[in-house]
């Protein structure tokens, strides 16, 4: 079955906010949502990131053996950000769909569903 990346997006604004509270409620949806995808057979992998804050963006000027630049947090300013992914497998894109709005990011923000690449030449 081809595999789909849900990727899990937030608003910026709201990154790092919230009670204990409300970590838990929404850790709990996650939970839940992990759960029953597991249970289903879909759920091939995912993980949640750290903050953007935390991010190094890396550029190579010249290609391969140039020179490396390195930057503190992410390369562009977003309303967004990307916070986490599962990795789906499902029967076709229908499928993904189904199953990624059953992502409490789908609720709290944005999720996009995208196709993962196999290169195995299977």
């Keep these: 079955m081809p595999k789909y990346a ?16 409300d970590w838990a409620r929404v850790m709990a949806e996650y939970n839940e949502f992990g759960e029953a ?3 289903a057979g879909v759920m091939a992998g995912g993980e949640a990131l750290h903050d953007t804050n935390t991010a ?18 992410p390369f562009a300013e977003t309303k967004e950000v990307l916070g986490g992914f599962y990795l789906l497998d499902c029967a076709d894109l229908d499928d993904a769909i189904k199953w990624a709005s059953q992502i409490p990011g789908a609720w709290h923000g944005r999720v996009e569903v995208r196709p993962v690449v196999d290169f195995s030449g299977e």
């Excluded at 000027?61 to 947090?73: A, C, H, L, S």
């Design 37 to 39: 995808a597991t249970a």
């Design 6 to 21: 849900a990727l899990i997006y937030s608003p910026a604004e709201t990154q790092g906010t919230g009670t204990p509270e």
């Design 56 to 73: 190094t963006t890396i550029k190579v000027n010249g290609g391969k053996g140039g020179d490396m630049v390195t930057t503190d947090g």
